[in-house]
């Protein structure tokens, strides 16, 4: 799509506006599940239209795969020194950040009751509409005791609706809206050796919650409820407790009633689970020249449901969507991030700890006890009894002759651990392609590793020949008592 500009003042798009900004050099719509979108561009200062470029406009561009396109307001314009000017945009919904939403108190299980209960004690008055058919089960108390900012109050802080009332929130022009889930479960499959690229894993204890206690107010009274705790909360040195605000007008919970709701809390939501995301890099097949009428089907969307398959990695997982980045310019996807894949290094270490006799939680007082090298191998010894090691494979002139479908591979080849290290076979093993000419690597699943050796894996390319060069990276982890 060719973006469009406009005024500041539009709010329909059914004309050209100010008019098209072809020239541009790159421009990308990134939005984040339930967080950022913007859009970035490059434009010439001989461009078309380049005189009418002006903070607060508006630039029309098609933010995703088949989405309706969306009004992006500009910001920041930087004019560096070699004529291409880089120009920001938000999303027209960041406007909510500056409208104050007035302290308001509603209990209510209902969200949109808490949309119409902000949007009411709004000022200025805002031209943004909401839309939500979420549920809390309980009564949720939602309750701004001071003036904050109106995007701040729908999802941008501690205690927001989003926060209250889960789900997944859509900017759609000036339509707000709040679904139990935005996506769907679209059925793509991203898998190592066959369209997926890269991958990456990032684990973030930060925010980790393994318990919950609730409280209520009412007048000069205070009653708790006991806490409760996730079935993992003694995994973790200290307990990461969250509190719960069930103070309401019209009732006053007993301890009972306190308890339960905490309770319920811990079954229903994800205490307990470290935040985990998957960065995955990976062909779309319905971008590609050979794709089928099966592939046309296959176009994912914010929150969508994909899964994700990496033997190495032992991942075999379904994942929502969670940011996408999108070439306006060239109507493609430049990334798409996969979040939320509970298979990982931590809980393999989790399982590790909690599955030693001797370990019955996270030991603040493990240390490491030995550090050695073994050929490519270096390895460290932890006194609980784990055992990690990684090192780095070089080859040269390798056969690849064996047709297998499109493809041809080389013979299996595996890596040998030092002897000794592993008492059985290890919990985790990934092997990973570190450069080299003209190679990718593949792993086939004909083999699981052992406590002497990696899983098979194959060098792979689109036609008979030698690979001159590649380098094979492996990282394992086990036990070695």
Known sequence: MIPILYPASATTFGSNGLGGLPDATACTVTEERNGEYYLEMTYPQTGLHYAEIAIDRIILATPADGAASQPFRIVHISRPIDGLVTIEAQHVSYALAATVALPVDITSKYAQEAFDAIKAKSTPETPFTFNSPVQNSLAAHYVLQQPVSLRAAIGGMEGSILDLYGGELEWNRWNVNLWSARGSDSGVTIEYGKNMTAI?????????????????????????GEPAYAENADLYAYRHMTILDLSSNDSF????ELTAAAQQYVAASSVGKLATTIEVSFIPLWQTANSNKLAQLQRLHLCDTVTVIHPGLRVREKAKVVRTVYDVLRDRYDSITVGTIRRNVADTISSLMSSADSVSKLDTADRIIEIGTSGIWTYRKWASGIVECWGTQ???NIAV????????ESAGQKLIFPSGLFTAAPEYCSITYGGGSEAALSMEIDSEPTASQTQRFYFTRGSSGTITSAKVQAYAIGRWK
Not at 215 to 221: S, Y
Not at 253 to 256: E, I, K, L, M, R
Not at 401 to 408: D, M, P
């Open 253 to 256: 919970p007993t301890v009972a």
């Open 394 to 396: 070089s080859y040269s």
């Open 200 to 224: 990456t894993a990032d684990t973030d204890a930060r925010s980790l919650v393994t318990g919950a206690i609730a409280f209520a107010k009412k007048d000069d009274d205070v009653r708790c």
């Open 401 to 408: 002759a064996t047709a297998w479908g499109s493809v041809y």
